[in-house]
Structures are given as structure tokens and as C-alpha cells.
């Protein structure tokens, strides 16, 4: 269910609060109004892809629950940020003073969120977002945010721990875009694997957009693997122009490097790519085969981490109202109840979040083979219970910078 | 020294691409005295139309590449027709119908072909890669370096040896003299803007075993034209044919040997040429 309101039900939906809020009947009231819940996507522009898939996932998560969350009626809110952190910025102010959203899910960038932090902060907007900044819950933390995906990092360093524990690789080289979330990514590799006596030789940075990676590509040379942190469409791009470089180093990469929603894109040469990441279809339990199925049947799609943790974030919001009895107008009991979520077994398995709002979840390492003439990523080892600090202690990790283009340097 | 050679291999390929691209854009910026702003558009729509003829209708990756040609062809010459000319002499208003068109186009192909990037097959005889010096060169690429200089030869015949070719370089000369003498001008822009377009469009498809297509690639394509036409000069073949290939060189080497400055290697030439030679190597007029 989709509206959007206009000037007048907003005055006399105010005029009812404000005549609510001096009766005793104020609980009963909030109870009886439906749950406002925005959702700050994309729908244009180059991340319109993952935006999409965002808007599918909650939608068919609503529509699964009959619009209806612990017994309270949901309306969905849904704003078109345009990729942009101005564009989120105006967004945000629509939904909470123009809507008047309860909570908000999204929006899809790190620096669309930092964008809004501060306002979300100073209006208590409780905001789920999958924007994987680490400082967000970790070195500048908002009180109103919780993130049930992962930070940039979080995948990232277990995928370390198996490429230097498992696969036994020694030397590999990174690369990503050229921006945080890439920086941040690769920062958490290195750390680890070179905590396990590996060694990162070399980090290369294109220009996020670039069109032809072949430049970047041939500066990979004498490694034992290539590790990749690209996100949106590019991983398809950067495979095959690794490919046709003649390049035949084994390719690790983080949660967007193949995501399942990207399997219809890839061709043969990705075969063998090894992912970490907080979601994978093949995850065979009944939360994500529900998941699945009730994506097939809408969307006819297989669904990726985009839509699946929108679904988890509908998923957390119901289970936080059942705990407040339905109610979300107390902001900070509200913003304290979703934290206080745990899931036993969602899509991604079991869910909980630390002091910061960050998720302690499973990662799952998979392989891309071909089964039945398809590509498919299938797990080949769970971390359990994986933390943004990873295995460090969490005073020690936020004593140091954060994850950045320079840090940590590179050893020579 | 592989590094250098393998850049150097990439940079003929893709300047061969940015030929493929720019040569229609700087006949359209000669002739018609407006930046195309829906040249990558069209570049990304010839790779949509093309890649969905070659992987959903089966047909051959060539005549996938010709129809899809042919189509943004016929969608430039009908952009030209039916909007452009309205707007003829006002020439700041032209442009920007051109940029609000390669908005609507975006969004159209968001909606048509949806954010999934599309991985083109390359050709199966095209396939895999020729060692040389102990480097692998990407037979595709080499291909593609070999069908930029067919079509640079088929241009170049076109305008220096046919009776149109000479009508269109009166026309980059001086419009105004050019109808006097009698030549319709205004059915050459037509002309020009379909072939442009059409080149674009093919380049697109040639481009897609490259760079896949994904919206956003009109956005990246089309600073390249843009600065391969200002360093060339428009309306000029040799312009557009030299001006993509120091591009190509600047884009490859800047990026590997100095890659926190490679947009800066990338756009200081083309602000030194601006200010310094705003007619480029060897176009007919400033800019």
C-alpha cells in the first residue's frame, strides 16, 4: 500500500494528534493509526539496479505480512533519492516532516547517509540502512541507526582469514573503486590477512565509472590472487575484461563482487570466483527458501542481498513492534526495542546487533560453479556470528583510524 | 615493459571505440555547430539494441551490431527531424533538448532492460587471446582496432570522394554559402545526424564484448567524445580520428602510471587546448 500525503491530511491528521496526545486515549490512538514506514531508495541513475531490488524485497515482504505488522497496519512510503546525497538530503525532510514516517528503511549509499545522519539523529528517526560506512557504528555513531547487514569490512575479514587459513595464499593484490566503501573493504583484508602472514603488494583505485578497467588490470602481476571489491554492474565488467587480459590468478572478492542477483549476468569466465558476504541464496533454510519462493512468484527473479536484507529490515521492524506492543511513537523505546532484536534463524541465519547497531550475523564464503548450464554461488564455509571488530578486541580496533586509502599502508 | 606494451595495445583499442563514437559527433558539432549531448545515448543504445538482437534473437553479433546501427540511425535522424530543427538558429536551446533527451533515454532503457548489467558474448571466432613478446593480446581488442580503421577508410572516402562528402564539408565550411550554392542544407544535418548516430550505435554494440553495457555507460562515453572533439577539432575525420587515440593514449597511461591524477591527465589537455588553439589539431573553426 503506497500513498503519499497531501496538505490537508497532514493538518488534520496533526490536529487529531495534537487532540490525541492531551487524552489518556494517546495509546490506543497510535495503535489504531497505521505504522508510517519510508523507504529512501533508487530508482534512476547507475545504482537504480540495487535500488530496485530494495524496493522489491520490502514490498514483497509487506505484501507477505498483509501489510500488516504485529498486528498493526503498515503504509509503505517510498522516496526516489536519485543516487545522490542532495537528493537524499530533501528525501529525508519529505518523509519525517511532510509524511511524518515512523521509521526509515535505507537509503542504499554511504554517502547518501552521511548525508542525513545528523538529521536523522536530531528528529529520531529510527533508519535501517544497508549503507555499509563503518563509522556509522563504529567511531561516529548515531544512536537512531542499526544496519542488519554488514560494514564495509565485515565480509570482507573473514574472507582474509579463509584466504590465508584455507587457501593458503601468501601475495595477492587488491582492487576496488575508487571510494570509501572500496578503501574500506580492502583496509579489512589487509589487516587480516596480514595478521595471518599474508601480504597485500599492491592496492589499485579506478575511478568509480570507469569504462575500461584494462589499465588497472595490467598493473596485476606476480600474485598468488586478485582480490576485488567492486560494486553495482562493475564486477560483471571487471571479470571479463580480467579475463581478456589474459589474466589467470584466482579472483576473491566481498559481498557485492557476485551477488545472486548478478548471476544472470555473468559469463563463464567468473567461474570459480570465491565471495564473502552477510546473505547468499543458497542458504537452505525455511526464512530465505520462504524468502525465495515469495520473490519468484512476485518478481520472477532470483533475488539478491538487496532485496533480501530489505526483507530482514521488515523482518526486525515486526519484531520490534511485537515487543512494544504495536506502538513506535516513543522514539527512543522504539529505537531500543529494534536493537534489541534477535532473530533465531532469518533468510541469513541467526541475527543480533551489538551496542553500536551493527549486526553480528553470519558471513558465508562461496565458490561460483555452473550447475545445470547456470552460474550459481554455493557455500563452501560459514563464519558464525561474525562482528564489525571481527576477532580484535573492540576498544583496540576503534583506537585505530579508520579503514582508509592509505591506511593500513602498504608494506614494502 | 609488458605493462607499457599491454596499455599501448588497450590504448589503439580504445581509441579505436572513441573513433567509433566521436567521429559522428564531431561531424554533427562542425555541421550543425551543437555539442550532441545524446551521443552516448545513442552510443548506449546501439549496445542495448545490439546485445538484446544477439543474445535473445539469436542472430549473428555482426548483423546484430549493422540493425543496431541502423535503429539509433533512424532514432537520431528522427530526433533531428522532428526536434532540432524546430529550434533551428537557436542554438543554445537545441543543446539542451539533447541533454534532456539522453535523460529520458536513461530512464527508458532503466525500464526496458532494467539495472542489470548485460555481459555480451564476444564473437565465438573472436575468442581468446594471441601471445606475442609473452604478453597476451585480446584477440577481440585487436579486432576492433581493425574495424575502426575500415570505417575511418569508408568515412574518409565518403566525404573526400563522393558528391555528398563534398557537400557536407561545404556545408562544416560555411553553411551560409553552402545554401547558396544550392545544397539543402537542412537535409544534410538530417543526413549527418543519422549517420553519427548510427556510427554511435554501432560502436556501442562493437564496444559491448568490452565494456558490457549497464546504464550509466551514456555518462562515461560521452566526456571522452567530448574531449576527443575539442582536442581534434570538429567537423574534421583526422581531428576526431587523431584526437581519439592521444585520448586513448592519456586515458590508459595516465590511469596506470599516475592514477590519483587521472582525470587531471585527462581534461588539463583539454583546457590548454581550449585556450591555447580553441580550433583544435585540425578543425575548420573555434569553437
Redesign the interface.
Known sequence: MKKTLDRRTLLLGSAAAAGASALPLRAAFSQGAPLKLGLMTIKTGSLAEGGIQMEQGLTAFLKDRNDTLAGRKVELIVADTGGSPAGAKNKVQELVERDGVDVITGPLAAFELLAITDYIAQHKVPTLSLAAAEDMTQRKPNPYFLRASATSAQAMQPLADFAAKDLKLKRVICIAEDFAFGYEQMGGFQRVFEDNGGKVLKKLWAPLGTADLTPYIAQIADCDAVIQGFAGSAPVKFIKQYADAGMKYPVLGGETAADDALMKSFSDEAIGMITAVPYTADLANDANKHFLAAMAKEYNAIAGQYAALLWLNGQIIEAALAKTGGKSDDKDAFIAALRAVTLADSLRGPVKFDHFGNVIGNIYVRRMEKKDGKLVNTTIKTYHDVSQFWTYDEKTFLSQPVYSRDYPPIKS | M??YL??GV?SVA?GGLLFLLSSGFSLIFGLMRIPNLTHGSLFMLGAYFGSSIFIWGKLDFWLAALLAALLVALIGGAIERFLLRRLAGNELAQVLVTLGISFMV??LC?MEW??????V??PEALRG?V?FLG??F?I??LAVIVIAVVVAVALWLLLERTRLGAMIRAGVDDPDMARVVGIRVSRLFTLVFCLGAGLAGFGGMIAG????V????D???LP?ALVVVILGGTGSLMGSLLGSFVVAFL???G??LL?EL??FVLFLPMVLMLVLRPRGFFGRQAL
Do not use: H, K
Not at chain 2, 532494467?114 to 555481459?119: A, K
Not at chain 2, 564484448?209 to 558490457?212: C, G, K, M
Open positions: 609488458n605493462l599491454l596499455l588497450n580504445l536513461a530512464d532503466l532494467t539495472g542489470d548489467p548485460i555481459s558474448p564476444t587471446v601471445r604478453i597476451a585480446p577481440y581488442r564484448p568490452i565494456l558490457s549497464y546504464p550509466g555507460l555518462g562515461e562515453m571522452l586515458y590508459n597511461y590511469q596506470a592514477p587521472a582525470y
